[in-house]
């Protein structure tokens, strides 16, 4: 069972990336998939969800109106596009399957983005 980040990087101050969340050992859909963040010296925080289907997310405010998540479950992967980067989106992000039903969670390794000139 594994989560794999990919798409970060270096990005200059009003850029773009997209992330992606490829699972495998298991099927994402009928979890809900959620992107953390977490900066160097701050707690990991919460900042995008979907619902296993698709059909309802939720944004943190500091991201709202500039990253989209979606995800693709015949694909098995979840994205998270990120619009209008600023300095302080810098972080590690980290996805997250969560079904709740069952209690069962699982958590990708991260993946580093950085956002300076």
């Known amino acids: 069972v594994q989560l794999v980040e990919s798409g970060g990087g270096l990005v200059q101050p009003g850029g773009s990336l997209r992330l992606s969340c490829a699972a495998s050992g298991f099927t994402i859909s009928s979890y809900a998939m959620r992107w953390y963040r977490q900066a160097p010296g701050k707690e990991r925080e919460l900042i995008a969800a979907i619902t296993s289907g698709g059909g309802c997310t939720n944004y943190a405010d500091s991201v709202k109106g500039r990253f989209t998540i979606s995800r693709d479950n015949a694909e098995n992967t979840v994205y998270l596009q990120m619009n209008t980067l600023k300095p302080e989106d810098t972080a590690v992000y980290y996805c997250?399957?969560?079904?709740?039903?069952?209690?069962?969670?699982?958590w990708g390794q991260g993946t580093q983005v950085t956002v300076s000139s």
């Open positions: 997250k399957a969560v079904w709740v039903a069952v209690r069962r969670e699982y």
